[in-house]
């Protein structure tokens, strides 16, 4: 799962779809494109939404994407389109590239509409974020399960 800063957006989905699939089976991280939150936990509002959900995102700390993601994980799922530009400028291959999703893909095939990012809004931006994720993950767990 990847967004901007791996604060708001991304750490919702990880914390999402790692409630949706079995914990064995599934490794499930997040991550930003720029690195201006390395090593911070999510944002307040994030923490909050995921919590009155039902979710514990408060231990997840911000990282930057690298190239070695792509050798780690299966799908790469992206925020919006600078992500999808920024993490496919670090693709070796078009394999790599074939690995990066637009999330919300899942729920509109092939629009490539972007997740807003909420940091600048309100605190019902961070529940509109927090429910097209969920709507997202929930296709992308029964897809995988």
Not at 11 to 40: C, M, Q, R, V
Request: with cysteine; net charge neutral.
């Amino acid at each position: 799962m990847v967004c901007l800063g791996n604060i708001c957006r991304s750490p919702l989905a990880e914390g999402i779809l790692k409630s949706k699939l079995p914990k064995d089976k599934f490794i499930i991280d997040s991550a930003g494109t720029a690195n201006y939150h390395t090593g911070n936990p999510p944002d307040e509002r994030s923490i909050e939404v995921a919590k009155k959900h039902g979710l514990n995102i408060s231990n997840l700390k911000g990282r930057q994407f690298n190239v070695s993601d792509f050798e780690k994980f299966d799908l790469i799922y992206v925020m919006d389109t600078s992500n999808y530009n920024n993490v496919i400028k670090l693709a070796k291959n078009n394999d790599d590239i074939a690995k990066v999703k637009f999330i919300l893909n899942e729920i509109y095939p092939n629009q490539n509409y972007d997740v807003p990012d909420p940091y600048y809004g309100g605190n019902k931006g961070f529940e509109n974020v927090y429910r097209m994720l969920d709507e997202a993950c929930e296709i992308i767990s029964k897809k995988l399960i």
